[in-house]
């Protein structure tokens, strides 16, 4: 079923991107780090920034079936801690790349024992190709056809790659458009369709889709259920200012997964030779 969409694509914007990761880095992390224990589970979270516990990370890695040993690239890895589970649980060599000096200074910092890049992919002269490529929750700052036709000349013939994120679900107002797009540095919000479909014409045969919408409306709940509770300990960690934020961004994200606009899907596909 085609979904209606009346919106219009955004450029994609770097230079927002960075800057918008970069400056909310800080306060951001701490409170990722207070509340996302309790919203996933303490065993579930990991340091990530997606919308998806340390299980539906696995599943990922596992879907995409590469051998112990394969280069892989996290591409948009944030402070690499998915990266470095990955690479664990896997077996998995993986290299991070994320444009964002505050995350990947912090992730260095960390000293987990995956070699991270500051960079823009788009950019980066990479010395080899890769196994697979994995992204959780940074394909939504990309125009997908741009970005899959990125992947397609990184990956070696029957190479791997999976996207996790964010997915249209409903025809979405000029206003939360204006909301989920140009606010957040996005492009565009894709269906799962319209994955595949860019997928397929990059140069891909798709082999996986999996819907985690339901769990994602959970943890979308928790978020906001989560910060209510602990709001003594983000004021004290942050700011009574950014408490208020934080708390607004997360209700916002509520309201629209519970409405139906937005959803959360994994797309896994095989570079054809
Ligand atoms: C929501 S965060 C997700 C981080 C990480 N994948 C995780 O799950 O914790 C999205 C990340 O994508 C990165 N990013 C966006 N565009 C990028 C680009 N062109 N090259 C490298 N990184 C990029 C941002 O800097 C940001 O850190």
């Known amino acids: 079923m085609t979904i209606r969409q009346t919106n219009a694509p955004v450029p994609e914007d770097f230079e927002g991107v960075r800057a918008f990761y970069d400056d909310a880095m800080a306060d951001n992390a701490k409170v990722h780090d207070l509340i996302y224990p309790h919203v996933f ?32 690239l996290d591409l948009g890895c944030g402070r690499g801690l998915v990266a470095a589970f990955l690479a664990r649980e896997m077996g998995w060599d993986v290299t991070g790349i994320d444009l964002s000096l505050a995350s990947v200074a912090a992730g260095r910092a960390k000293q987990h024992g995956v070699e991270l890049i500051q960079g823009n992919v788009y950019e980066h002269d990479f010395t080899h190709r890769f196994d697979g490529i994995y992204s959780t929750g940074a394909a939504c700052h990309f125009d997908a056809a741009s970005l899959f036709a990125r992947a397609r000349a990184l990956l070696v013939p029957g190479g791997r790659l999976a996207i996790f994120e964010r997915i249209r679900l409903g025809d979405i107002s000029a206003a939360d458009w204006r909301k989920l797009t140009s606010d957040w540095k996005c492009p565009y919000v894709y269906t799962r369709d319209e994955y595949s479909e860019l997928l397929t014409v990059a140069g891909f045969r798709v082999r996986h889709v999996v819907d985690t919408t339901q769990q994602f409306r959970v943890w979308q709940a928790r978020s906001v259920e989560v910060r209510h509770a602990l709001r003594g300990e983000i004021v004290a960690a942050t700011s009574p200012e950014y408490f208020e934020t934080s708390l607004a961004l997360a209700a916002y994200e509520h309201d629209v997964s519970r409405d139906g606009l937005l959803g959360y899907a994994t797309v896994i596909a095989e570079a054809l030779p």
Not at 41 to 60: H, K, V, W
């Open 41 to 72: 589970g303490p065993d579930q979270y990991i340091g990530q920034f997606s919308d998806n516990s340390a299980e539906e990370l696995r599943l990922m890695g596992w879907l995409m079936q590469l051998p112990a040993g394969a280069k892989v």
